[in-house]
């Protein structure tokens, strides 16, 4: 992933899993499903990340006397499936997955097992992902200060032998929870402590190399700058981001950053410009809602990433362009309308007329009412 090779990761992996499963061996397939939801996560490929990892999960959990190595795979899969149904917008089906993790990850947790903290602090901080995007930032930052204590706390306590990988985990673990720390901090109003916060990030971050790490801390302090209405500063933080998720495909992230430098050249007075990112954004939400076979997951996403619809019927107003922003109402509506048929086709001919023309008529006159 970190040299942007997820691609042929991928169908490496699930040509591993076939061959394990009809060898029947059940821990190598399950470790090969693992390995295909946990790259298919990072690519968007959301109803793959969710059929393996659920196979994943089926071929592990009544395994007995599992590894170590294999209880910190548990974890992970806990984890990856509550990732996918929160990248869908499935926010309460994300929250069973995680709270089952943690569970998991606190019911392994021994003296003779001090890296299991770790699996803890990074379920509790992909709850505190989910509490964020609900808005309850205050138990999000909780949460995220819970977790970087735990992996900054053994860090601290680490023997000199320690496996090099346990402390690189370590540190990933403290990099990311401090940067969503950061974000909460912000989000209460806090944008002394969420710079503090993110400096102890990127000191961890830099320590272990991760493109994934860095993008998620130089995107939070784009997020600080627009806070502070440094727009300028804003647009280069995430104009830095851009490229790196570009590298490794990350198409989710690379839809939150178009929408971010949208609203940076917002507040520098550019509505062209945002209204280009905004088309790019828009593009990669539809691209990514096309892979999602079940509608209830299909019309989810896009419910979840409206905002960015919204944005760019103002901004195409803004640039006195009314038909774009008539386009842009009606793009948002047509996917809902359609995903709430559940099916991917247009509306049928055969459907009553009326019906059709009250949602075109909500669709011309939505930017309207938006002004």
Known sequence: MERGEGRPALAFYQSAAADAEQRGARVDAGTAHACVAFVAVRLSEIQKALASGRKALDLLRDEPNLSNDQMGLMVSIYSVLGSAYRNAGDRPQARKWYEEGLAYARSTVSPQRRGAAMWVAGMLRQIAQITYQEHDYTDARDRAQ??????????????????????????????????????????????????????????????????????????????VALARNDFAAALSEFQKALPQA???????????????EARSYAGLGRPADALTSLRRSMDLIEEIRGTLQESSLRSGYVEDKQGIYQFAVRMALRTRNSADAFAFAERARARAFLDLLGTRRRCPRAAPVPSCRRKCSFARDWPRRRR
Do not use: M, W
């Open 146 to 223: 819970e977790a970087a204590t735990l992996a900054e706390h053994f860090l601290g306590g680490a023997p000199p032998r320690t496996n090099p990988r346990a402390i690189d985990n370590g540190r990933r673990q403290a990099a990311e929870s401090l940067a969503l720390l950061a974000k909460a901090q912000l989000a209460l109003g806090d944008k002394d402590a969420a710079e503090a916060a993110l400096k102890r990030a990127g000191q961890y971050s830099r320590l272990v190399g991760l493109v994934e790490v860095d993008l998620d801390i130089l995107t939070t302090a784009g997020q």
């Open 246 to 260: 570009e590298r490794i495909g990350r198409v989710g992230t690379l839809v939150q950053l178009h929408q971010l």
